[in-house]
Nanobody, 124 residues
Framework: QVQLVESGGASVQAGGSLKLSCTAS????????WGWIRQVPGKGREGVAN???????NYADSVKGRFTISKDNADNTLYLNMNSLSPEDTARYYCVAHFSSACPRVEYVGANYWGQGTQVIVSS
């Protein structure tokens, strides 16, 4: 079993920045791809970014150049640095993890494990 716990969500003004964190525990050595998926109530999920064991990254077009995904293997922690936030980034952000060694396309919105999510609200 694996547990993913996100933190860092908050309310910010447009143009601001946030850093989300996700700490993993349990059988984390079975997981080889990590990512962030977001969801707005009443709308579908959107893949935001993912990163594999070699630190290869993929980003949704909507966040390229503004968001950066990274991980600290020593601490089993995944991060999402978000800059130049806009109201369109308002969503609940979920940390996800996959067994597969190759990350799926960033548009894929499934995962083997999910965190409980952390809320990001961006006001104009």
């Amino acid at each position: 079993q694996v547990q993913l716990v996100e933190s860092g969500g908050a309310s910010v003004q447009a143009g601001g920045s946030l850093k989300l964190s996700c700490t993993a525990s349990g059988y984390t050595n079975t997981l080889h791809c990590w990512g962030w998926i977001r969801q707005v109530p009443g709308k579908g999920r959107e893949g935001v970014a993912n990163i594999d064991e070699s630190n290869n990254t993929n980003y949704a077009d909507s966040v390229k150049g503004r968001f950066t995904i990274s991980k600290d293997n020593a601490d089993n922690t995944l991060y999402l640095n978000m800059n130049s936030l806009s109201p369109e980034d308002t969503a609940r952000y979920y940390c996800v993890a996959h067994f597969s060694s190759a990350c799926p396309r960033v548009e894929y919105v499934g995962a083997n494990y999910w965190g409980q999510g952390t809320q990001v609200i961006v006001s104009s």
